[in-house]
């Protein structure tokens, strides 16, 4: 990326996702910024889930954050999607990025599993495991972007099919394509968005704004804590799978990508537009975001979190600082470069070479040559006139 966002004078305008990705040209701080502050919250949000029975404080929190964290991160993604098509290069990003990261962790979550709570626990690339839902569905949206960036209304169509997922409980687990389509709005949103967008949200009003913005939202999830199954956070199951009214499913979705909306804005607002002492942490969360579940799924599987020290306010104090700081750590260079063959492979060798590619390659080299020869006859005949 070329720039960074500015609060105030002086603004630049991020440079178009391709041109950002190019190698030699200065990241954005604010998406890098943005991507690691949003990876700590998913983190936190996964230390807060292991204490929440009978707590409604840590619940009203978790509410809150799970209301928008996972938005962001998926409104970052669809953001950088814009530039996605099915030409080879960009397959092959999709094939080494997304799938091949899915299959190697969901086998090795599997067996986890196996060897460390149930030993009969089967490998099923169908059934994501954990945090690995979000590949599958990366996976999917990517694949569709093209359909998103055709039709006239791309965000509008999404929330519809949201909403009607909400009340198809037949559509089964396979892939969560619950989540898929629930979440689909936030994705679609993030390719419409421009520049700009984000540049109105980071302004100063808006950043004062957020924060009786935020308090309300507080008030609001600590009063539906006794009245709202947190279930609906996840976006992973139908409407009648809760036991509520069918028209309940449409409402909700529609009610919690809105909310999830206004609170991602609030949370873009107050990231730092400057390069920070984490910035450099925001090219790695891919690693903390599929490293981090270990940890905690082990955690589980021993019962480390039945132990009665969380259950006090220094006890969650330090649950939130232990999930902060693993997944900080796992987003190092040193953890990247460790894992980085099983993350982001390249593996040239399982690709045809791209024939459009070689043809221009080709095309290129001919240009080229004719010029250089063009120029040795021209030099040449200035030669020959001068010598007479």
């Known amino acids: 990326m070329t720039s960074s966002l500015r609060p ?9 996702p391709d041109q950002q990705a190019r190698p030699g040209r200065q990241r954005d701080a604010f998406f890098d910024n943005a991507k690691y502050l949003a990876i700590v919250l998913v983190g936190v949000g996964h230390a807060w889930g292991q204490v929440l029975d009978g707590n409604r404080t840590v619940e009203t929190l978790y509410r809150v954050l799970y209301t928008f964290h996972m938005p962001a991160f998926i409104i970052i993604s669809g953001y950088f999607s814009r530039s996605f098509d ?34 009969g626990n089967d490998i099923s690339l169908l059934d994501p495991t954990y945090l690995l839902w979000f590949l599958a569905a990366l996976f999917v949206w990517r694949l569709t972007t093209p359909i998103w960036k055709t039709v006239r209304w791309p965000l509008p169509i999404a929330l519809v099919i949201a909403a009607l997922a909400s009340v198809t409980p037949s559509i089964g687990n396979d892939l969560n394509m619950q989540r898929v389509l629930q979440f689909l709005p936030c994705f679609v949103l993030g390719l419409v968005l421009r520049p700009e967008h984000f540049q109105l949200v980071r302004r100063r009003s808006v950043r004062i704004l957020s924060v009786p913005v935020v308090a309300v939202s507080a008030v609001v999830a600590w009063w539906s804590v006794p ?7 996840y976006r992973n199951a139908a409407v009648q799978d809760t036991g509520g009214p069918w028209w309940s499913g449409p409402v909700l979705t529609l009610a919690l990508f809105g909310c999830s909306v206004v609170l991602t804005g ?96 080709r095309e290129g080299r001919e240009r080229t040559e004719e010029r250089e020869a063009e120029g040795a006859r021209a030099s040449s005949g200035a030669g020959e006139k001068v010598s007479v």
């Open 266 to 361: 609030c949370f873009f607002a107050w990231v730092p537009g400057r390069r920070m002492w984490f910035t450099a942490l925001g090219a790695g969360t891919i690693y903390g975001y599929l490293l981090h579940g270990f940890v905690v799924k082990e955690a589980t599987f021993a019962g480390w979190f039945h132990a009665s020290v969380w259950d006090t306010p220094l006890g969650e104090i330090g649950i939130t600082v232990l999930g902060a700081t693993l997944i900080t750590l796992l987003c190092t260079a040193p953890v990247q470069r460790v894992l980085r063959c099983v993350v982001e492979p390249k593996m040239e060798w399982a690709f045809k070479r791209d024939s459009g590619e070689a043809a221009r390659g």
């Open 8 to 16: 105030h004078g002086g603004r630049k305008t991020p440079s178009p």
């Open 227 to 233: 009245r709202m199954e947190t279930g609906w956070f």
């Open 86 to 119: 099915l030409s080879p290069k960009r397959v092959k990003r999709l094939i080494t990025g997304v799938v091949v990261p899915y299959v190697v962790f969901e086998v090795g979550y599997a067996l986890h599993r196996r060897f460390s709570e149930d030993p």
